[in-house]
């Protein structure tokens, strides 16, 4: 006897109850399986499978612990679709956020708290304790049970950040800001794969990443790009993030509505946004002076993308006209970043 009508629709009909679909009676459902071919009931089936997947991806996605947007403030570059400036950078085809204000002492102080009790991975860099320059984080205890605290407001931006120290930061975001030693479910795996790595170029933003390191593209769009028909520039990109082809005065904060951190004006860091006439088009603060800032670019085969200028450079630094590089486990009281997500 031939029972494969049967064994086709007894999987069909429990395909569909873990779907949770409701039923139609019994004589209706017999008669409708009965009546699909062998090949009409294994292509259901097949269908089915992938309903299914696709339900339990979903449902991991939605179980994802969430990161509160607060805790770092993002602002929308839109107008997608540009198309770059004579450097041939800032294209980006699709809109994304990017921080406004480069990540603070206290945010990565916080970060610190959460994972680096044991610092596996050199997240902490002593200096950001001793250098009279920026003094920022206080690390306290031993190994095992480190604490972290911020040396005045942390209004400032951190420094002394490598690349890797970014992209862990990023994975931390992505995973919904956990609590534990540095794993895969909290500094390891999320944005990036890094898997312990401490140095190297071989690694990129994973698909799906929620918060990464910006490109350089990206970075470079958001400081210098305003449309032309927004009120920007004839070629839609300004010289200087301050919306200026005229270069920044080096003057303490708040300073006038084209001013910033450079040239040793106040010989250290200032918080963060403190330039508050200075924002760019897309209103982020600080991409000219301050520190300068890690993007994603691989220059070589041993160098990632820098941006932006700093505290103790001349007003050209802070130009589109100039890029830099640093090996990406590269550290100092002049280097931080901020983050950007879809």
Not at 21 to 33: A, E, M, R
Not at 58 to 81: D, H, I, Y
Not at 101 to 121: H, K, M, S
Not at 195 to 217: C, H, L, M, N, T
Request: hydrophobic residues 40%; proline residues 6%; aromatic residues 12%.
């Amino acid at each position: 006897m031939n029972r494969r009508p049967s064994l086709h629709r007894s999987l069909t009909v429990l395909f569909l109850l873990a779907l949770g679909f409701s039923l139609p009676g019994p004589l209706s459902l017999v008669q409708s399986v009965e009546a699909t071919s062998s090949s009409a009931s294994a292509r259901i089936i097949k269908k089915l499978k992938k309903q299914i997947a696709t339900l339990k991806a979903q449902l991991a996605a939605a179980t994802m612990p969430p990161t509160p947007a607060a805790f770092v403030e993002m602002v929308t570059v839109g107008n997608a679709g540009n198309a770059a400036d004579t450097t041939t950078f800032g294209a980006v085809p699709y809109e994304f956020k990017i921080g406004k204000t480069e990540l603070t002492l206290a945010q990565y102080t916080a970060f610190l708290n959460a994972v680096a009790a044991t610092d596996a991975f050199g997240l902490f860099n002593a200096a950001m304790e001793t250098d009279n320059k920026i003094k920022g984080i206080d690390q306290s205890g031993s190994s095992g049970s480190f604490t972290y605290s911020v040396i005045g407001d942390g209004s400032r931006p951190v420094t002394y950040v490598s690349w890797f120290d970014a992209a862990r930061f990023c994975n931390w975001l992505h995973n919904g800001r956990p609590t534990g030693p540095q794993t895969a479910a909290t500094t390891e795996r999320g944005a990036y794969t890094l898997d312990g790595a401490v140095a190297g170029v071989s690694f990129s933003r994973q698909w799906g990443a929620k918060f990464w390191i910006p490109s350089e593209d990206e970075w470079y769009k958001a400081a210098y790009h305003q449309p032309a028909d927004d009120g920007g520039d004839g070629d839609n990109y300004w010289l200087y993030p301050t919306k200026s082809n005229a270069a920044p005065t080096a003057e303490a904060p708040p300073g006038g509505a084209n001013s910033a951190n450079f040239n040793s004006v106040v010989d250290a860091l200032t918080p963060v946004g403190a330039y508050t006439g200075s924002a760019g088009f897309y209103g982020t603060f600080d991409q000219g002076g301050n520190v300068w800032e890690w993007n994603d670019a691989v220059i070589s085969v041993d160098f990632r993308g820098l941006r932006g200028g700093s505290w103790f450079l001349a007003e050209l630094i802070l130009s589109s006209s100039f890029r830099d590089t640093g090996r990406p486990s590269f550290e100092n009281n002049f280097v931080g970043f901020r983050v950007a997500s879809p």
